[in-house]
């Protein structure tokens, strides 16, 4: 049992990353002694460049994360993040709604994004909408194919019936598919 538990005091001892200084180097400004162990630490707020604490700089329309990781802040909800280090606004357009993190759009039910814009679905007749997020937003009902921009009536040929999908037919048991037909195995 006691080389169980060491092992997994060494597995966390180098898997977990350092961010503080040795008790030799002094200690900076906006940095204060370890809670536990030697040495110092960074303070919340501050990152450690070199051997110096550095404060964050949160831009505008971002909070705080208090990480000592990454870049220190996060956008705020309806925020994005750009190649500089800024939070613009997400832009949503008439018939669109935020994804619940608040990190990009989709449009309402029976409309498809198109670009920056939710446009209308043109439904044709035998169709209903779906939840797809890309494609043309709608399926043909039971019994009929998309063809185009047309759902179009599936003629089932003698022994064969309609497959799982609706979409398709497919022969049934000691027929097979020959030029269209459904013809007896042989």
């Known amino acids: 049992m006691a080389l169980f538990v060491g092992s997994i005091t060494a597995v966390l001892?180098?898997?977990?990353?350092?961010?503080?200084?040795?008790?030799?180097?002094?200690?900076?400004?906006?940095?204060?002694?370890k809670s536990y162990g030697d040495g110092w630490e960074c303070n919340i707020g501050f990152r450690l460049n070199e051997n110096a604490c550095v404060a964050v700089i949160v831009p505008q329309?971002?909070?705080?994360?208090?990480?000592?990781?990454?870049?220190?802040?996060e956008c705020l909800h309806r925020f994005r993040r750009t190649d500089e280090p800024a939070c613009v606004a997400i832009e949503v357009p008439e018939g669109g709604f935020l994804d619940p993190l608040g990190e990009r759009w989709r449009c309402l039910r029976g409309l498809i994004k198109v670009d920056d814009t939710c446009q209308?679905?043109?439904?044709?007749?035998n169709a209903y909408f779906n939840d797809a997020t890309c494609g043309t937003g709608w399926k043909c009902e039971r019994g009929y194919?998309?063809?185009?921009?047309?759902?179009?009536?599936?003629?089932?040929?003698?022994?064969?019936?309609?497959?799982?999908?609706?979409?398709?037919?497919e022969c049934n048991k000691n027929f097979q598919?020959?030029?269209?037909?459904c013809v007896l195995n042989n």
């Not at 329309?61 to 000592?68: F, K, L, P």
């Open 61 to 73: 329309n971002a909070y705080n994360t208090n990480r000592s990781y990454g870049s220190g802040w």
């Open 120 to 125: 209308e679905i043109v439904l044709p007749a």
């Open 145 to 169: 194919k998309a063809s185009g921009e047309a759902c179009e009536f599936i003629n089932v040929p003698e022994n064969a019936h309609l497959d799982r999908s609706g979409n398709r037919w």
């Open 177 to 181: 598919k020959s030029k269209g037909l």
């Open 13 to 33: 001892l180098f898997a977990l990353p350092t961010f503080a200084q040795t008790a030799s180097q002094p200690m900076p400004e906006n940095a204060s002694t």
